[in-house]
C-alpha cells in the first residue's frame, strides 16, 4: 500500500522561501514519477512540478517556473519541493502525488502573507 506524508507547511511573507518534503513508502515499481499539486480555496487542484524518478527529469508549471524547485532523495524515498520569492497567489494545499500510483498524500498547508 502506497503511502504519502508531506511536510514543511507554514506561514510566510511574501518573498520569503519553504521547503516541502513528502515521504513515501510502498512504492515497488522500478520507473515511475512523482509530483507536487496544490489546490487553492475555491479553486480546482492544480499541478506545479513533477520529477522522474529514474532521470530526475521534472517539468514545471509556467507559473512557478524559476521560483521553485522539485528534487528527490535516495537515502529513503522523499520528494521535495524548494518554494522560493512565494507570492501571495501561492497560498494553497500542496499534495504529494505518486502519479503511476494514483495515490495522493494528505497535503501540507501552504499561507503567503503580503
Known amino acids: 500500500q502506497v503511502q504519502l506524508v508531506e511536510s514543511g507547511g507554514g506561514l510566510v511573507q511574501a518573498g520569503g522561501s519553504l521547503r516541502l518534503s513528502c515521504a513515501a513508502s510502498?512504492?515497488?515499481?522500478?520507473?515511475?514519477?512523482m509530483a507536487w499539486f496544490r489546490q487553492a480555496p475555491g479553486k480546482e487542484r492544480e499541478f506545479v512540478a513533477r520529477?522522474?524518478?529514474?532521470?530526475?527529469?521534472?517539468v514545471y508549471a509556467d507559473s512557478v517556473k524559476g521560483r521553485f524547485t522539485i528534487s528527490r532523495g535516495y537515502a529513503k524515498i522523499t520528494m521535495y519541493l524548494q518554494m522560493n520569492s512565494l507570492k501571495p497567489e501561492d497560498t494553497a494545499v500542496y499534495y504529494c502525488?505518486?502519479?503511476?500510483?494514483?495515490?495522493w498524500g494528505q497535503g501540507t498547508q501552504v499561507t503567503v502573507s503580503s
Open positions: 502525488h505518486a502519479v503511476e500510483y494514483d495515490a
Open positions: 510502498g512504492l515497488t515499481f522500478s520507473r515511475y514519477s
Open positions: 520529477i522522474n524518478w529514474s532521470s530526475g527529469s521534472t
